[in-house]
């Protein structure tokens, strides 16, 4: 099982990015899949999930109405879409995928996230 995280780089703070996260040699809609994220000097911390449908999301309270978190199915892809970044986001950011047992489970819980993206960086300057 495979996953890669890409669409990291370098903004300005209030300016946006979209990160994408393929994954392959898994059933990619049995899983529901979540975004973390690690700061220097910091545990990676959860960011927001979303079931395998795509139906249900969750966020952490900081990046509510800041971040969306999307699925295509069809192309094994999660998306998390960052807007009004702010310097508080710079970190790396991990996708991670976990066996979902009905459409609307979503978690943030990391140990039950069983794949894990290599990360790609996010750097918001002030």
């Known amino acids: 099982v495979e996953s890669v995280d890409a669409g990291g780089g370098l903004v300005q703070a209030g300016g946006s990015l979209r990160l994408s996260c393929v994954a392959s040699?898994?059933?990619?809609?049995?899983?529901?899949m979540g975004w973390f994220r690690q700061a220097p000097g910091s545990e990676r911390a959860f960011v927001a999930a979303?079931?395998?449908?795509?139906?249900?999301?969750y966020y952490t309270d900081s990046v509510k109405g800041r971040f969306t978190t999307s699925r295509d199915n069809a192309k094994n892809t999660v998306y998390l879409q960052m807007n009004s970044l702010k310097p508080e986001d710079t970190a790396v950011y991990y996708c991670?995928?976990?066996?979902?047992?009905?459409?609307?489970?979503?978690?943030?819980?990391?140990?039950?996230?069983?794949?894990w993206g290599q990360g790609t960086q996010v750097t918001v300057s002030s």
């Open positions: 991670g995928a976990d066996r979902a047992y009905n459409n609307n489970y979503v978690t943030s819980l990391q140990m039950q996230y069983v794949y």
């Open positions: 040699g898994l059933t990619f809609s049995n899983y529901a």
């Open positions: 979303i079931s395998r449908s795509g139906d249900t999301v």
